[in-house]
């Protein structure tokens, strides 16, 4: 079946650095990536969809400079938070969807926990 | 728009007890329901799935009927285990395209010994 990795799982740094998290569709080309956020004991929140090698459509209220997306090949996107602070700790998800569309059902990644101190 | 309603959690039960999360849904178009399920720290995984109207997904026990008429997408299963612990999602996306995914507020479920 269609599996996504998402690197890191976990991760710690410093408020005032950037942080890049990887999203790679193993076993399938990933047309459209979706990237999420969930606060504790919440529901996912969608931050953008990107498809490969154009720009992300970003959801309205979050900053685009902040988070970085980029999609340049059709198993690889990264999402970028730059210049982190500890608001921007959170659990972070990506879900991938192949050519063949829900065929997948919209793979996610494992998740990456982010922690700005 | 789309929205998706899910029955409020946490929701506990005992072992081997029967299973019902209510989920209903609004869509422009024609949508695909999920069912997906999330274990503590991790992401989410695909439970089950339907793509037309009185489709049944089913999956580890689990079942749920894609019903039109009263546009609903309830999650049922037999007898519980501890291990089903989780939070259970309902989704939906507008079939045919790759589409966002429009997820309800997650149902905590506790299956206890």
């Known amino acids: 079946g269609a599996v996504v990795s998402q690197h890191p799982s976990w991760v710690i740094c410093k408020s005032g650095t950037s942080v890049k998290i990887e999203c790679r569709s193993l076993d399938f080309q990933a047309t459209t990536m979706f990237w999420y956020r969930q606060f504790p004991k919440q529901s996912l929140m969608l931050m953008a969809t990107?498809?490969?090698?154009?720009?992300?459509?970003?959801e309205q209220g979050v900053e685009k400079d902040k988070f970085l997306i980029n999609h340049a090949s059709l198993t690889l996107s990264t999402l970028t938070v730059t210049s982190a602070h500890p608001e921007d700790s959170s659990f972070y998800i990506c879900?991938?969807?192949?050519?063949?569309?829900?065929?997948?059902?919209?793979?996610f990644g494992s998740g990456t926990r982010l922690t700005v101190v | 728009g789309n929205s998706v309603t899910q029955m409020e959690g946490p929701v506990t039960l005992s072992e081997e007890a029967f299973l019902t999360i209510n989920c209903t849904y609004t869509a422009t178009g024609y949508p695909s329901l999920f069912w997906y399920v999330q274990y503590p720290g991790e992401g989410l995984q695909l439970l089950l799935k339907?793509?037309?109207?009185?489709d049944k997904g089913s999956n580890k026990g689990f079942e749920a009927t894609y019903r039109k008429e009263t546009t609903s997408f309830h999650l049922e299963k037999g007898s519980v285990q501890v291990s089903d612990s989780a939070v259970y999602f309902c989704a939906l996306s507008i079939t045919g395209t790759a589409s966002k995914l429009t997820f309800g507020t997650g149902t905590r479920l506790q299956v206890t010994l």
């Open positions: 339907a793509t037309k109207a009185d």
């Open positions: 879900s991938a969807v192949g050519m063949e569309g829900v065929i997948y059902g919209y793979t």
């Open positions: 990107s498809n490969e090698g154009s720009k992300a459509t970003y």
